[in-house]
């Protein structure tokens, strides 16, 4: 692809989103003359990943709302923290927000750096949003590359390598596009044509403003870019889940060792999740079985089975709380459990 080809695919796709920017609750109006807070840069490129826009808005706008600035957040109590991060999932992006917010307030004065090589320093911040926050935030020319991105640039030149192989490549094409002219917008104007136009499935190429450029477009079947191999099959695991209430309207919780899988989230005590799991019941109680729930991590699937019993356990691990409160503060996969157990 020429330079000049380069030139107009850019700036056909920076009008296009001068038009039809979305509305997000991190992003400001397309122009170089407005710059986004980069802690809500931060804060946003923090919870996309592996979410949906839709998903993590509420939760940002709840976040933002709490705790203002970066400052805020670091003054905060990790229990706090990880109750309100419940539902976003990947528990440890809660854990890196944490640690990365205290060490801008500590080591920075509450102020971001404003390069990608000072990001990188942060805890936390990978090379994806070290380049997201220096080119949206502070207008550095730099490659932003997510998924959407990946998707765009396969079409556009009909990249036959297969993804995950391919993203070397796939990132060196978007590299092309980078350039100090509007670095601030044109990552944000590629994410929102994969996401709205370039998507994964149906691409609305009829809409596209690239269209006249794409090489799979050309070929008549961009909906089989990128080109992907094919994945393992996901292992399956089994649990138990042991859920005691108080007669009173309150359940006794965990709180999950800080390393692993939801580190430091509160959770209902159960087994280990293996291909055989024990039945070891933590306390002497009237156990009853209230159902099994089904949920996906990345790695693996899980069927817990969940049992219940009321009564008063003498137990320095146990943290009560009221149920309607539990069931706001809990990781999805013991929210279910949670549900099935009162249902129950």
């Excluded at 920076?14 to 038009?19: E, P, Q, R």
């Excluded at 808005?57 to 419940?86: C, G, H, I, K, Q």
């Excluded at 596209?208 to 393992?232: E, I, N, T, V």
């Excluded at 156990?287 to 009564?311: P, R």
Aim: proline residues 6%; contains cysteine; charged residues 25%.
């Amino acid at each position: 692809m020429t330079a000049n080809e380069i030139k107009a695919l850019r700036k056909a796709l920076l009008d296009w989103y001068d038009a039809s920017a979305r509305t997000l609750p991190w992003r400001t109006e397309p122009g170089e003359a407005t710059r986004t807070d980069p802690y809500r840069v931060w804060m946003s490129e923090i919870m996309l990943q592996q979410t949906t826009t839709v998903h993590a808005a509420p939760y940002f706008n709840a976040f933002t709302a709490r705790w203002p600035t970066v400052s805020d957040l670091a003054a905060a109590e990790d229990a706090d923290v990880m109750a309100a991060w419940a539902g976003l999932g990947y528990y440890a992006r809660a854990r890196n927000l944490l640690a990365c917010a205290r060490m801008v307030a500590d080591e920075y004065a509450g102020v971001f750096p404003d390069t990608e090589e000072a990001l990188l320093k942060l805890k936390g911040v990978g090379s994806y949003t070290a380049a997201a926050v220096a080119a949206i935030a502070f207008g550095r020319p730099a490659n932003v590359v997510d998924g959407n991105v990946e998707r765009v640039m396969s079409r556009l030149f009909a990249v036959e390598a297969e993804l995950p192989s391919a993203r070397h490549e796939l990132k060196n094409l978007a590299g092309l596009f980078v350039s100090d002219h509007r670095p601030s917008d044109w990552p944000q104007a590629l994410m929102d044509l994969g996401a709205r136009i370039c998507r994964p499935k149906s691409p609305l190429c009829g809409e596209c403003p690239l269209s006249f450029g794409c090489a799979a477009y050309r070929q008549g079947d961009p909906q089989s870019y990128p080109k992907k191999a094919k994945k393992a099959e996901r292992p399956h695991r089994l649990g138990h889940a042991f859920l005691l209430r108080d007669g009173k309207g309150r359940v006794g919780l965990v709180r999950r060792a800080d390393k692993g899988l939801l580190g430091g989230m509160l959770g209902l005590v159960g087994s280990e999740w293996e291909t055989n799991p024990a039945y070891v019941p933590p306390f002497e109680a009237d156990w009853a079985e209230a159902g099994t729930i089904n949920h996906v991590f990345t790695h693996f699937s899980l069927d817990l089975t969940v049992h219940v019993a009321t009564g008063q356990v003498d137990d320095p691990a146990l943290v009560w709380m009221d149920e309607e409160e539990a069931l706001k503060s809990l990781p999805t996969v013991f929210r279910k459990a949670l549900e099935r157990a009162l249902g129950a």
